[in-house]
């Protein structure tokens, strides 16, 4: 496979349930990004890894929890959620965190929260 | 604050010309993104601009004027497959991007 890559695309949850979304980049970059899609809202940036060292987390809520175990696989956990939290979920990368870089994304995740 | 700014929904004709206008404020300047995104997929990269003035790519160009604040991309001899939103994006200066809302372009036959 090439390029970025999510898994699942579809994800239906209970505000109780615990679940996790996978993103894996082929490309050979050092930073990944997790961002929300809301409809009709720029998107929002969540988190920013940079060889797998956290750099950011822009006021996220605590039930959401990323992982990065190294700089091709990124993780967002998830627990109870709330129905406002149902959005697309968007993975990118880029070459480098500090640099006027493209950034890539997967296809997405679209999370529905009961 | 940061704000970018661009039109919700635009319509235009097959084979006609578009031009989907984007102005910014931001903290700092590395540059202007355009993204694609088709409904359910990802946004893929079109074109980058850090220097005023036009760049070309086939069908798809893109405009600059920092003093301005503002940038285009032009879609020429447009085709259905060319309905879309597309998202401006700037880098400020901590190399984080500034999204727009997106442009949702309605191509008609």
């Known amino acids: 496979e090439t390029g970025v890559t999510q898994t699942p695309r579809h994800l239906v949850m209970g505000m109780t349930n615990k679940k996790s979304l996978k993103c894996e980049q082929h490309?050979?970059?050092?930073?990944m990004y997790w961002y929300k899609q809301s409809a009709k809202k720029p998107l929002e940036l969540m988190f920013v890894?940079?060889?797998?060292?956290?750099?950011e987390n822009n006021s996220v809520p605590s039930r959401f929890s990323p992982e990065c175990p190294n700089s091709s696989h990124l993780f967002l956990h998830l627990h109870t959620l709330q129905p406002e939290d149902s959005a697309l979920y968007l993975c990118?990368?880029?070459?480098?965190?500090?640099?006027?870089?493209?950034?890539?994304f997967g296809p997405g995740t679209r999370l529905t929260v009961l | 604050g940061q704000n970018i700014d661009q039109p919700t929904e635009m319509t235009a004709t097959e084979g006609a010309i578009v031009q989907i206008n984007c102005t910014y404020q931001?903290?700092?300047?590395?540059?202007l993104f355009w993204y694609q995104q088709h409904a359910g997929e990802a946004p893929t990269f079109l074109s980058y601009?850090?220097l005023d003035g036009l760049e070309e790519k086939g069908r798809f160009s893109s405009f600059l004027s920092r003093s301005k604040g503002y940038s285009y991309l032009l879609l020429k001899e447009l085709q259905m497959k060319d309905s879309a939103s597309y998202l401006c994006?700037?880098?400020?200066?901590?190399?984080?991007?500034?999204w727009g809302a997106g442009t949702k372009l309605i191509i008609k036959p």
């Open positions: 990118a990368s880029s070459q480098e965190r500090e640099g006027p870089d493209t950034q890539y």
């Open positions: 931001t903290s700092g300047f590395n540059g």
């Open positions: 601009n850090v």
């Open positions: 490309l050979g970059h050092n930073a």
């Open positions: 890894y940079n060889f797998k060292e956290q750099t």
């Open positions: 994006a700037v880098m400020d200066s901590n190399y984080q991007l500034i």
